[in-house]
């Protein structure tokens, strides 16, 4: 997706046009307003013609031209929306016949980048040529809009449209054709996020609910405590331990779907799991076995709608390469491409892997078709440092959301990874965060379950009533 637009524009000869020479003496910043330009005597620079303030801004590539449009983008309802006919590709939206004359809406909304403020947040343009809609997914289809959809320009004309670089402030539209920032983005819950508005699914583990029900008459105190942790919405993860795994991931989003929640997914079997020598070694052999688990992974899914946390500790581990980072992208372009899935990858703590080294990492693991990052998996680090972390790391990585695991870090970080005695669970999930970055706090890692044979715990993964009762009592 990165290539240099000179090969971009060379590819693109066939099928783009070319602002004439007269041009330069009529008001192109008027008139190309919601266009993507093309330098064609250059080496293929794009760029966007902003409608609210006639700038150009570079879209260096499809991932930044998909941050930048999100962050010049105009709030729409639905029913405003569904009035603008959609085409399923940018390349049908280049083909389809001009509906600006029979759709006062779309005529109006042409070459904008609409937000739905009563959905989560999905980005559409508007085709400029004939005002039909095209779904900005990712930056994959951002760079799809640049390849269909552009005009070439002269670098003199060009240079008559001033340069832009501040983000304008997103505002809502409605039918009758008026605009204003009087009805912002919906807060706390950031618009933009793949969860926002979403009702989290399940309850707590298995084990955990068994818990409640063995403890009811001998321990009922203990029984009640334990009942804080089965009641609340926990990540399913999924591994080599799993013989059906297309069967079992079904089912599971099945079921929330029924329930109309979206269920979280840990995909946890990478070859060489926990660099092969660590308490969770494991996964498959190789990237070939890989990809074919992630795949039925996918297939299983299908159309629901899901949150997939992508291989926990797999790119903040010392044993991490770009063989691991092409598994990782492949990964990801597997599962985002099912129309309800959300790609989370896994990015350590605040306290592991430098932001900078994070973000290069994350980047060669297909980041920019994911939907954003992980934080805290499995550990104890306080809410308030993985948001700083995450800020931080997001800005390095096109502004890309994340969410943190606070199942166990009401107490901050104890001293190690493994079982530390004064962890706590922390915040309930939630997608109500208050911060524009952060899509959700969730419960990722299962409470009770033991880190590893550390701390007199069992095995990895294993339940560990007495410290699932520790992790209630340390939270009070």
Not at 23 to 49: C, F, M, N
Not at 234 to 263: H, M, R, Y
Request: charged content about 15%.
């Amino acid at each position: 997706m990165k290539k240099n637009f000179l090969v971009l524009f060379l590819f693109m000869l066939g099928f783009i046009s070319v602002v004439p020479a007269h041009a330069a003496t009529s008001p192109l910043a008027t008139r190309l307003k919601g266009t993507i330009l093309l330098q064609v005597e250059s080496h293929g620079e794009a760029w966007y013609v902003n409608p609210a303030d006639g700038l150009r801004y570079y879209l260096k590539d499809g991932d930044e031209a998909y941050s930048l449009m999100r962050e010049r983008s105009l709030g729409i309802t639905n029913g405003d929306l569904s009035a603008i006919p959609v085409a399923s590709t940018a390349e049908e939206a280049k083909m389809l016949a001009s509906a600006c004359t029979s759709n006062a809406t779309a005529k109006r909304l042409q070459g904008k980048i609409l937000l739905q403020v009563q959905a989560h947040g999905e980005a559409w343009y508007v085709n400029p040529a004939n005002c039909y809609r095209v779904y900005l997914k990712n930056g994959a289809e951002a760079y799809n809009v640049m390849r269909f959809l552009s005009l070439g320009i002269t670098n003199s004309n060009i240079e008559t449209i001033p340069t832009g670089s501040a983000p304008t402030t997103p505002t809502t539209v409605t039918a009758t054709g008026s605009t204003g920032t009087s009805t912002p983005a919906p807060t706390p819950i950031t618009i933009s996020g793949f969860l926002s508005g979403t009702t989290i699914f399940g309850q707590g583990t298995y084990n955990a609910i068994k818990q409640v029900a063995d403890w009811a008459t001998t321990r009922p105190a203990d029984s009640t405590l334990i009942q804080k942790i089965a009641s609340q919405p926990t990540a399913t993860w999924f591994g080599d331990w799993n013989k059906n795994i297309q069967g079992d991931v079904s089912a599971l989003v099945t079921k929330a779907a029924a329930e109309n929640k979206v269920p979280v997914l840990v995909a946890y079997n990478i070859p060489n799991r926990d660099c092969g020598s660590n308490f969770s070694a494991g996964g498959v052999t190789d990237a070939a076995a890989y990809h074919a688990w992630i795949n039925s992974f996918a297939e299983g899914i299908g159309s629901k709608k899901a949150v997939v946390v992508l291989e926990p500790d797999a790119v903040a581990l010392d044993c991490f390469n770009d063989a691991r980072g092409a598994m990782l992208t492949d990964a990801v372009k597997t599962l985002e491409a099912k129309p309800n899935v959300a790609v989370y990858i896994d990015a350590g703590h605040p306290n592991w892997t430098p932001a900078a080294t994070m973000a290069d990492r994350l980047k060669k693991s297909g980041v920019a078709n994911a939907e954003g990052f992980a934080l805290n998996v499995s550990n104890f680090y306080k809410t308030s440092e993985n948001v700083t972390f995450g800020n931080t790391l997001s800005k390095l990585i096109s502004n890309k959301h994340y969410i943190i695991d606070t199942s166990r870090n009401a107490n901050g970080w104890e001293g190690t990874w493994c079982n530390p005695q004064g962890a706590g669970i922390g915040s309930t999930p939630t997608t109500n965060t208050g911060e524009p970055l952060l899509d959700a706090l969730l419960w990722i890692k299962p409470p009770g379950e033991s880190d590893g044979n550390c701390s007199g715990g069992p095995n990895a993964g294993a339940w560990w009533p007495d410290y699932a009762l520790k992790l209630v009592n340390n939270a009070k």
